[in-house]
């Protein structure tokens, strides 16, 4: 069975913190993304990997960093958490399978709450 | 920029009714269009859609993609309790990394 982990179900931190948010996928896959889910703004891209130590922007980088050096993990970082980084953060992969479609396969995320 | 949009934001129905769920899509590199259900936690994969006017189909649910119209529908027919979720829309593009890209997913109670 595919599987997509991520290192804990519930977080809570301090602001200013540094934390590490941790994914590991067991089913090879090239491309590795990290999500938040916000009500109402439903699942924006942080950032994403297409192979070890590749990483592109996604569409709200800001005060997050990610880091790849194995295929199988991807980690993502928090330099100073602030409270409006409290949020529900999902990992996903994906293998790259050039003409083929594929899916997203997601972890069981991560509740963070920063006070 | 790219965009996808799911309409309504949110649905209360009662056990037995038929739901349709509106997923619409403006974007550069469309690959696939996919769909997802998600309770109380990591959300799992439903429906791949690539071509359009073709009905994907499991159980109660089916789906259908206008490639024309750039848009997609979910039906549930004959809704229970646990069909209750967040249902995400997702289309696939192409290019570097392959982003999948969400919209922001409607919220479906059924009430019994």
């Known amino acids: 069975d595919v599987k997509v982990t991520q290192s804990s179900r519930y977080l809570v931190k301090r602001t200013g913190e540094k934390v590490f948010l941790e994914c590991v996928q067991d089913?090879?896959?090239?491309?590795m993304f990290w999500y938040r889910q916000d009500p109402g703004l439903g699942l924006r891209l942080i950032y994403f990997s297409y192979d070890v130590k590749m990483k592109e922007k996604g569409d709200i980088p800001e005060g997050y960093s990610v880091s790849r050096e194995k295929k199988e993990r991807f980690s993502l970082i928090l330099e100073s958490a602030s409270t409006n980084q409290t949020s529900m953060y999902l990992c996903?992969?994906?293998?790259?399978?050039?003409?083929?479609?594929?899916?997203?396969?997601f972890g069981q995320g991560t509740r963070l709450t920063v006070v | 920029e790219d965009k996808v949009v799911q309409s309504p934001l949110s649905l209360v129905v009662h056990e037995g009714d038929t739901v349709t769920l509106n997923c619409s899509y403006e974007?550069?590199?469309?690959?696939?269009l996919l769909w997802y259900k998600q309770e109380k936690k990591a959300p799992t994969f439903l429906f791949m859609l690539t071509s359009s006017g073709i009905e994907k189909k499991s159980g109660r649910l089916s789906s259908i993609l206008d490639k024309k119209e750039l848009f997609s529908i979910l039906n549930i027919t004959a809704t229970q309790t646990g069909d209750s979720a967040i249902y995400l829309c997702?289309?696939?593009?192409?290019?570097?990394?392959?982003?999948?890209?969400f919209g922001t997913g409607t919220s479906l109670t059924v009430i019994p």
């Open positions: 974007v550069t590199n469309f690959r696939s």
């Open positions: 089913m090879d896959h090239e491309n």
């Open positions: 997702a289309v696939y593009l192409r290019g570097t990394g392959n982003q999948f890209y």
């Open positions: 996903a992969s994906s293998s790259r399978q050039g003409h083929m479609n594929t899916e997203a396969f």
